[in-house]
């Protein structure tokens, strides 16, 4: 049977029919090859940027396990009622369809960078001339005291998008009224440094219309966070007195938990919470270990091109790698993967490469229409990729422009997610 693309999309994802190397080679009909791991914000915009350019010069492959990609961007506005999950959920049918990618719905589990293949969980064996990782994270290991995840039902991370997402909401709808909400937040460097608190935002939201009477304790081991001044300020002003938020000074770094009994332990003090969520230490996702191109807990990479500093045939985009200034975010990995798909495509079929820019903004939501974002342009320098300048909201800032702000992040959402599904 000679496999084209759609059938390839067929028969791995419907059947779980066990595709061979030589299947998987005749696919390519001789054309250079790219294997994209991870179809989230990095993986999916690196492939459709190679297939759409390259006008079909280029066999593209996109290896991701979840038939619906729910996105960790705006989660935390469904956590405080504003978006429906369904909102978040993007599907790979047109990146099939309209660019010819293969859509390949399994996990790879080992990459052998002297044969240049890639072998998929199903069976199948995949062979790659220049091979793109974005795996998002992993969670480090015993990075919080009483937690792993045997223990995320029970105490969430929600983390990584989709179902963890709706079992935190749906954990923090059933709160008893005058309940206790705890976070335990991560130490740097984690995807999306706004991400936890403008969770914490989100979910005193929810809890000042439902639930009135409960608090929220954060226990953090960094003494400052993102957009720190903006999220007090909101704080203040939203949610006064609901919000504990207890740093290194207070114990917020000697942190243990009780997943069975449903206790935080701060500093020796052992607190009964309603619910928790555990945001834990992070590292590459597992693949990028696998692969052997991180050292330490990320992948670091080239900062001109984001191509491993152990493999130039590799290229690790996103929250897995390790490039100097820019945060872990979606937009980060969206832009990186530009650059990424731009360099590929140039070194495969001889099209023109422009010079690197990359750029980030991370808008955050406090309250109804209170928006406000911090952002930055970079560009690279021999040692890393290197801020060359950056903005942040402003507190005291009136009602109109933190409206604005938050329009621009619903344009944000829609051209993001267009720039990696359709
Ligand atoms: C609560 C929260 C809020 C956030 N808000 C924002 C925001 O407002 N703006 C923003 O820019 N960013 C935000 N982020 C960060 C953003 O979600 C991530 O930085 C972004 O998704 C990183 O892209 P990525 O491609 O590295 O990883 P991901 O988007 O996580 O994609 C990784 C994909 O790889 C797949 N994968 C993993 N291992 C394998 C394997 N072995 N084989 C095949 N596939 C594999 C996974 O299934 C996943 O789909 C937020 C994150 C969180 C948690």
Redesign the pocket.
């Known amino acids: 049977m000679k496999l084209n693309r759609r059938l390839f999309i067929g028969a791995a994802g419907a059947a779980g029919v066990t595709l061979t190397a030589p299947h998987v080679m005749a696919a390519g009909h001789g054309k250079p090859r790219v294997v994209v791991?991870?179809?989230?914000?990095?993986?999916?915009t690196a492939a459709r940027y190679i297939a759409k350019d390259s006008d079909g010069a280029i066999d593209v492959t996109l290896?991701?396990?979840?038939r619906t990609?729910y996105?960790?961007?705006?989660?935390?506005l469904y956590l405080g009622g504003f978006k429906e999950i369904d909102d978040l959920g993007h599907t790979y049918g047109t990146l099939a369809a309209k660019y010819g990618i293969n859509v390949v719905h399994?996990?790879?589990?080992g990459v052998d960078r002297a044969a240049k293949t890639v072998s998929?969980a199903g069976g199948a064996t995949l062979a790659y001339d220049k091979l793109i990782l974005?795996?998002?994270?992993d969670f480090v290991d015993g990075a919080v005291e009483g937690w792993d995840l045997s223990a995320q039902n029970a105490m969430p991370h929600?983390?990584?998008?989709g179902s963890q997402?709706e079992l935190l909401r749906a954990q923090i709808m059933a709160m008893p009224q005058g309940g206790t909400f705890a976070m335990i937040a991560p130490p740097n460097p984690y995807?999306?440094p706004?991400?936890?608190y403008?969770?914490v935002s989100m979910v005193a939201h929810v809890l000042k219309a439902t639930n009135p009477t409960a608090k929220i304790i954060v226990a953090d081991p960094k003494d400052k966070f993102s957009k720190q001044a903006l999220f007090e300020e909101g704080w203040n002003t939203h949610y006064s007195g609901m919000v504990d938020w207890i740093g290194p000074d207070f114990g917020g770094g000697a942190v243990s938990v009780d997943p069975d009994a449903m206790t935080v332990t701060i500093d020796g003090e052992v607190t009964k919470v309603d619910v928790c969520n555990v945001i834990p230490a992070q590292k590459a996702?597992?693949?990028a270990d696998?692969a052997g191109v991180t050292e330490g807990n990320w992948a670091n990479v080239n900062p001109a091109d984001m191509s491993s500093k152990v493999d130039g045939d590799v290229y690790v985009?996103?929250?897995?790698?390790n490039q100097g200034d820019m945060p872990?975010?979606?937009?980060?990995?969206?832009s990186q993967?530009k650059v990424c798909a731009n360099v590929v495509r140039g070194a495969l079929t001889g099209s023109r490469v422009f010079p690197a820019r990359y750029s980030?903004?991370?808008?955050?939501l406090i309250d109804s229409d209170d928006g406000v974002k911090v952002g930055a342009t970079y560009e690279p320098t021999p040692e890393k990729i290197a801020s060359v300048d950056s903005f942040i909201s402003q507190t005291g800032e009136d009602a109109a422009t933190r409206k604005a702000t938050y329009e621009e992040?619903e344009g944000?959402?829609a051209g993001?997610t267009a720039d990696m599904f359709s």
């Open positions: 791991i991870g179809g989230g914000a990095g993986g999916a290896v991701e396990p979840t990609y996105t960790c961007f705006f989660s935390n399994d996990w790879a589990v998929l974005s795996p998002g994270i929600a983390y990584k998008g997402t995807r999306c706004p991400g936890p403008e969770r996702g597992r693949i696998m985009l996103g929250d897995a790698a872990k975010s979606g937009f980060s990995a969206n993967a980030n903004t991370c808008w955050s992040s944000w959402y993001i």
